[in-house]
């Protein structure tokens, strides 16, 4: 059982290249979320998933788009990165229960750097 | 904009005391949840109190909440040096779905 694993664990990107940061989930979740963590402001929602074939935005969703086409899996896509999309991005799943009280469950992290 | 603000925002204690954490936070909520994240890992879920709940307990964790006031305390008892780390709060909102996270806590125990 490993949980949520995210793949790459660190990347580098030049300005404007484009990449895809995969999520996986082993726990049959039904919502997955990625946000994105800042030095000093915690981690921030990007986009999140209530189910297979489902997206929404979350607080910071510009740039990014995501799919989830399967239940298992949440991917994360940088169209043309920028240097203000440096960050560490994290995926966590949830299960659902009426929507409410869960605790989610976190990868641990991808590592991007855009020069 | 973030929910939860901690407070404060780094803490230092040697091994064997307590530790408190504090959060404020600005909506209502329908829980608050503590998370802790060793140096370079994922979080991980410590503990969640439910909006009609005022105190929790968890091994070495005390979670009080007060929803007059908007805020929540994270109590860890007896410390020790593997309980270095950031620690946040997070709030989920009444509709639920989605949790909104404070800039965290940083706690060192010196051993």
């Known amino acids: 059982n490993a949980g949520v694993t995210q793949t790459p664990k660190f990347r580098v990107l030049k300005t404007g290249q484009s990449m895809t940061l995969l999520c996986a989930q082993d726990?049959?979740?039904?919502?997955m979320y990625w946000y994105r963590q800042d030095p000093g402001m915690g981690l921030r929602l990007i986009h999140y998933?209530?189910?297979?074939?489902?997206?929404a935005k979350g607080e910071v969703p510009d740039g990014y788009n995501v799919s989830r086409l399967k239940k298992q899996n949440f991917l994360l896509g940088l169209e043309s990165a920028a240097p203000s999309q440096t960050s560490v991005y994290f995926c966590?799943?949830?299960?659902?229960?009426?929507?409410?009280?869960?605790?989610?469950?976190f990868g641990d992290g991808t590592r991007l750097s855009i020069l | 904009s973030q929910q939860g603000e901690e407070d404060p925002q780094a803490l230092s204690i040697q091994e064997g005391e307590n530790a408190t954490m504090n959060c404020s936070y600005k909506?209502?909520?329908?829980?608050l949840q503590w998370y802790r994240q060793n140096s370079g890992r994922g979080l991980v879920h410590l503990i969640l109190?439910?909006?009609?709940?005022r105190e929790k307990h968890s091994g070495r964790l005390r979670v009080t909440l007060d929803t007059s006031k908007k805020s929540s305390s994270l109590l860890i008892t007896a410390s020790r040096a593997a309980d270095t780390a950031s620690y946040f709060c997070?709030?989920?909102?009444?509709?639920?779905?989605?949790?909104?996270f404070g800039a965290g806590t940083i706690l060192r125990v010196k051993s």
């Open positions: 966590a799943s949830s299960y659902s229960r009426g929507a409410h009280n869960q605790p989610q469950h």
């Open positions: 726990m049959n979740h039904e919502y």
């Open positions: 998933s209530v189910g297979e074939g489902t997206t």
């Open positions: 909506t209502s909520i329908n829980n």
């Open positions: 109190i439910r909006s009609n709940e």
């Open positions: 997070a709030t989920e909102g009444e509709y639920g779905n989605k949790l909104v």
